[in-house]
């Protein structure tokens, strides 16, 4: 049985532990200070950031969905400990597609998650329960697609953008893929039928900008 240290203390970051538990290994929570500490309720084994130092043979991964926060946590510990990809057992895959995933680092792929095939798939991305990624798409790092988003094919979603829950992005073109900015924010139950700019929030079906800025989202 192997130790996963899961970064994070929210609803998600125990999401992340049920994969860990249906793997057959041990989550181990690592809060960031001691008034999160003190909050805490769980069952499972928690420790300190400041601690970590003194663990033996822990792999980690990051159960943020905030992509910013993700990143910071990534990169802040990046040549320090391995984070190892965290794949629940129902998750179905394509031709060759779980090796692609397996050959990258951070990845959390939920319960009920679709993959069809030749997907590119960037670190630390997230692909929350029921989510579906159709053939031939790009997906960049520290990306977030919620629970019950359909990515169709021949799309490419930029570094940390996020898909909302229930969000529908429709079919790219082979030669040009239908493509969300970078730090774009795609609203629950929003259909995307063109590209979307970096940095902006999306809404309605169809989709349309409704402002600019990202948004911070659920940790």
């Known amino acids: 049985m192997r130790r996963i240290g899961i970064f994070g203390s929210s609803g998600f970051a125990r999401e992340v532990a049920d994969i860990v538990t249906a793997l057959g290994h041990k989550p181990l929570f690592v809060v960031r200070d001691r008034i999160e500490l003190e909050r805490w309720s769980w069952p499972d084994d928690v420790v300190l950031e400041s601690e970590l130092q003194s663990l033996d043979s822990t792999e980690f991964t990051i159960g943020v969905g905030d992509n910013r926060v993700r990143e910071r946590i990534a990169t802040r510990y990046a040549n320090e400990f391995h984070f190892c990809n965290l794949i629940h057992p129902s998750a179905t895959f394509g031709v ?14 939920c319960s009920g998650v679709r993959f069809t095939n030749g997907i590119e798939v960037g670190d630390f991305s997230i692909f929350n329960l029921n989510a579906t990624v159709g053939h031939d798409c790009t997906i960049e790092a520290f990306v977030n697609v919620s629970p019950g988003a359909s990515i169709s094919g021949n799309v490419h979603l930029a570094r940390r953008a996020w898909i909302g829950t ?9 030669d040009r893929k239908l493509r969300i900015g970078e730090d774009a924010t795609i609203g629950a139950g929003a259909v995307v039928t063109r590209d979307c700019v970096a940095a902006a ?14 948004v911070t989202m659920g940790s």
């Not at 692609?100 to 680092?105: F, S």
């Not at 229930?166 to 082979?174: D, E, L, P, W």
């Not at 079906?205 to 990202?214: N, T």
């Open 96 to 109: 060759r597609q779980r090796e692609a995933i397996d050959a990258q680092r951070g990845i959390i792929v």
């Open 166 to 174: 229930g969000a529908t992005v429709i079919q790219g073109k082979t």
């Open 201 to 214: 929030v999306y809404v309605g079906v169809p989709a349309r900008k409704l402002r600019d800025g990202f």
